[in-house]
């Protein structure tokens, strides 16, 4: 658990992150999104001390994070940034050993981690170890980057848009496996973006900055359903919202009872490309199938649009 407590942060004079208070629940992926110059990235850095706060107190599991030397801290908490940020001059499996070098792991155990980190993210420990950065695509040297920040089995892992340099189809694929592997791992993430598609892709929970103030904490639902401010529904989109609301639950949740004709879809699919889906094959409705091909019902044209009406 992350707790954040009326932090502030000023640079001569200019306040920068003004009196945020938020709570992050443990093994849940939390976004911090905003505009450029509110205060997202600052809030991030204070989290590991890259960046002291002028006051309040942040704490970990109810340690607070002044307790120890800024380095120790940031040697406990996994740490990614946009551009991957590798040692050009290390290799992969280098790259990767960095912080249990530092830490004083021994060598098997440094060697077994980095070949289960390589597996986890399906680069060949046999081909990619030995390789230099500049010999990976910009994919692969992203999956290295979360890798290294990883190495160290952290609670936490705290990323600066990470994601941002990918093309939309690597990004994709990037999003998708940090979300998997956050499953398996159960690490609490910390998330900057100025993407509101990828915050709503990836957050259990979304916070909102302005203007070095959080204006909306919570959950993805709750922020299209009710924003706090005329900034939060701008930065969401007027126009997207119904669709905002449809990427949030998966086809799985909005399955029906009764019989549909084509090819089924998948139950974890989310319920906004049910509906493109849908539209596409021309049909009213189609059948939902769970990952072993039982049908568990249907989706229909009716029902998704009912979902994504505004509340009353």
Same mark, same amino acid.
């Given at each position: 658990?992350?707790?954040?407590?009326?932090?502030?942060?000023?640079?001569?004079?200019?306040?920068?992150?003004?009196?945020?208070?938020?709570?992050?629940?443990?093994?849940?992926?939390?976004?911090?999104?905003?505009?450029?110059?509110?205060?997202?990235?600052?809030?991030?850095?204070?989290?590991?001390?890259?960046?002291?706060?002028?006051?309040?107190?942040?704490?970990?599991?109810?340690?607070?994070?002044?307790?120890?030397?800024?380095?120790?801290?940031?040697?406990?908490?996994?740490?990614?940034?946009?551009?991957?940020?590798?040692?050009?001059?290390?290799?992969?499996?280098?790259?990767?050993?960095?912080?249990?070098?530092?830490?004083?792991?021994?060598?098997?155990?440094?060697?077994?981690? #980095?070949?289960?980190?390589? /597996?986890? +993210?399906?680069?060949?420990?046999?081909?990619? *170890?030995? =390789?230099?950065?500049?010999? $990976? @695509?910009?994919?692969?040297?992203?999956?290295?980057?979360?890798?290294?920040?990883?190495?160290?089995?952290?609670?936490?892992?705290?990323?600066?848009?990470?994601?941002?340099?990918?093309?939309?189809?690597?990004?994709?694929?990037?999003?998708?496996?940090?979300?998997?592997?956050?499953?398996?791992?159960?690490?609490?993430?910390?998330?900057?973006?100025?993407?509101?598609?990828?915050?709503?892709?990836?957050?259990?929970?979304?916070?909102?900055?302005?203007?070095?103030?959080?204006?909306?904490?919570?959950?993805?639902?709750?922020? #299209?359903?009710?924003?706090? /401010?005329? +900034?939060?529904?701008?930065?969401?989109?007027? *126009?997207? =919202?119904?669709?905002?609301? $449809? @990427?949030?639950?998966?086809?799985?949740?909005?399955?029906?009872?009764?019989?549909?004709?084509?090819?089924?879809?998948?139950?974890?699919?989310?319920?906004?490309?049910?509906?493109?889906?849908?539209?596409?094959?021309?049909?009213?409705?189609?059948?939902?199938?769970?990952?072993?091909?039982?049908?568990?019902?249907?989706?229909?044209?009716?029902?998704?649009?009912?979902?994504?009406?505004?509340?009353?």
């Amino acid at each position: 658990m992350i707790e954040i407590d009326g932090i502030t942060k000023r640079y001569d004079g200019n306040t920068v992150v003004n009196n945020v208070s938020m709570t992050i629940e443990p093994r849940t992926v939390t976004v911090i999104v905003g505009t450029s110059g509110s205060g997202k990235t600052t809030l991030l850095r204070m989290i590991n001390r890259l960046v002291e706060p002028t006051s309040g107190a942040i704490r970990l599991d109810g340690e607070d994070n002044r307790s120890m030397p800024g380095f120790e801290l940031r040697r406990r908490i996994g740490y990614a940034i946009q551009g991957h940020g590798l040692f050009p001059h290390r290799t992969v499996a280098q790259n990767i050993a960095t912080v249990p070098v530092l830490l004083g792991w021994g060598k098997a155990r440094i060697d077994a981690k #980095v070949t289960e980190l390589l /597996t986890l +993210f399906q680069l060949d420990p046999a081909a990619f *170890s030995a =390789r230099f950065p500049h010999e $990976l @695509s910009g994919g692969q040297q992203q999956r290295v980057g979360v890798a290294r920040a990883l190495a160290a089995e952290p609670n936490v892992l705290l990323m600066d848009e990470p994601f941002g340099a990918l093309d939309p189809i690597i990004r994709a694929k990037a999003q998708a496996d940090l979300l998997a592997i956050q499953r398996l791992l159960g690490t609490t993430i910390v998330l900057v973006t100025h993407d509101m598609d990828e915050a709503f892709h990836l957050a259990h929970k979304i916070a909102v900055m302005d203007k070095g103030a959080l204006v909306q904490y919570g959950r993805p639902a709750e922020l #299209v359903k009710d924003p706090a /401010t005329e +900034f939060v529904q701008t930065l969401i989109g007027t *126009s997207e =919202r119904p669709f905002r609301l $449809l @990427s949030i639950e998966t086809a799985g949740d909005a399955v029906e009872p009764g019989p549909a004709g084509g090819k089924p879809l998948a139950e974890t699919i989310s319920q906004r490309d049910a509906l493109s889906e849908l539209l596409w094959a021309g049909r009213s409705a189609l059948p939902v199938a769970a990952a072993d091909g039982t049908i568990l019902g249907r989706v229909t044209l009716e029902g998704l649009t009912r979902r994504a009406a505004k509340p009353q």
